[in-house]
Nanobody
Framework: QVQLVESGGELVQVGGSVRLSCAAS????????FAWFRQAPGKEREFVSC???????VYAESVEGRFTISRDDVTNTVYLQMNSLKPEDTAVYYC?????????????????RGQGTHVTVSS
């Protein structure tokens, strides 16, 4: 069983930056792939980014070049650094985890998900 707790969401102005954290608890977490998803009001959940157990990364086209995902396997924390924020980045951001080893991380089908943290980008 894996538990995920997100934090760091806040109200920020257009062009600003926010760093989200996802604290993971469980066993063998360095074997897990982690991802960030988001869901804006009235919209479906969408993939944002993922990082494999080998630290390979994938980004959605909408955030490529602005967001950076990273992980600290000592503290079992996953981060999402978000820069140059736009109003369309406003959403609840969720952390997810799946027991995949190696350099692959998928854009869907994660076994575990956190409760989410709110990010609001104000113009």
């Amino acid at each position: 069983q894996v538990q995920l707790v997100e934090s760091g969401g806040e109200l920020v102005q257009v062009g600003g930056s926010v760093r989200l954290s996802c604290a993971a608890s469980g066993n063998n977490l360095d074997y897990y792939a982690f991802a960030w998803f988001r869901q804006a009001p009235g919209k479906e959940r969408e993939f944002v980014s993922c990082i494999s157990s080998a630290h390979s990364t994938v980004y959605a086209e909408s955030v490529e070049g602005r967001f950076t995902i990273s992980r600290d396997d000592v503290t079992n924390t996953v981060y999402l650094q978000m820069n140059s924020l736009k109003p369309e980045d406003t959403a609840v951001y969720y952390c997810a985890a799946d027991p995949l080893g190696g350099s692959y991380c998928p854009a869907n089908e994660y076994d575990y998900r956190g409760q989410g943290t709110h990010v609001t980008v104000s113009s």
